[in-house]
């Protein structure tokens, strides 16, 4: 176990009567992705786009230390899964287009 009166390494305690650091500027990519996302929900077309760009927003708020995370999370859960409902609509329309059997 580390001794307590030695800082770890990364890790600045905070000196009395300071206040904590603010957090980290949201990325524009996440929340336009998160928006994309939430737009397919009516439209349908946005969801993969939603999804994509929330990967590239979690690569950026890795990269640049930016908040952000969990909107770009979410439009990629969201995104993905307006995407699989997209195809399955369409795939189902095709087959009942295709469908001779009636």
């Known amino acids: 176990m580390a001794d307590p009166q030695i800082p770890q390494y ?3 305690p905070p000196h009395p009567g300071q ?3 603010p957090p980290g500027r949201t ?3 996440a929340l336009a992705a998160f928006i994309l996302a939430l ?3 009516s439209c349908g077309i946005t969801a993969p786009v939603g999804a994509i760009l929330g990967h590239v927003a979690r690569k950026q708020i890795r990269e640049r230390g930016e908040s ?3 909107m770009a999370r979410a439009a990629i859960i969201i995104g ?3 995407t699989a409902l997209i195809v399955l609509f369409i795939a189902l329309g095709l087959a009942g287009v295709f469908d001779t059997t009636s």
């Open 39 to 41: 737009t397919s929900l």
């Open 19 to 21: 206040a904590p650091p």
């Open 27 to 29: 990325n524009p990519l």
């Open 10 to 12: 990364g890790y600045t």
């Open 80 to 82: 993905w899964i307006g």
């Open 68 to 70: 952000g995370d969990g």
